[in-house]
Nanobody, 117 residues
């Protein structure tokens, strides 16, 4: 059974940092890309925040460039999202999305990030 689990969310003050992790299990085929999305509950569709592909190429939404960094931790077998200089508008539920070689899609359950003083 495939499981995608996000962790690391929480409450942080503006200007602070958080590190999210995405751990996947049960995916047999090669993972071609891992995305981090976010969604404000009740406010429309999920927004792509960051992506890392199988060649470690990365992509970021303009709103997070220079503040967020996506990386792969091979020792922990996770894809992490380091979020610095957090702003109130970064408040959302953050989701990990994985696509495998056969174009199958997997989503995690999400982790809440709240930026507030």
């Amino acid at each position: 059974q495939v499981q995608v689990v996000e962790s690391g969310g929480g409450l942080v003050q503006p200007g602070g940092s958080l590190r999210l992790s995405c751990a996947a299990s049960g995916i047999i085929a090669s993972i071609t890309l891992t995305d981090w999305y976010r969604q404000v509950p009740g406010k429309g569709r999920r927004e792509l925040v960051a992506r890392i592909d199988s060649n470690s190429n990365t992509h970021y939404a303009d709103s997070v460039k220079g503040r967020f960094t996506v990386s792969r931790d091979n020792a922990k077998n996770t894809v992490d999202l380091q979020m610095n200089s957090l702003k109130s508008e970064d408040t959302a539920v953050y989701y990990c999305y994985i696509r495998d070689f056969y174009l199958r899609n997997y989503w995690g359950q999400g982790t809440q990030v709240t930026v507030s003083s």
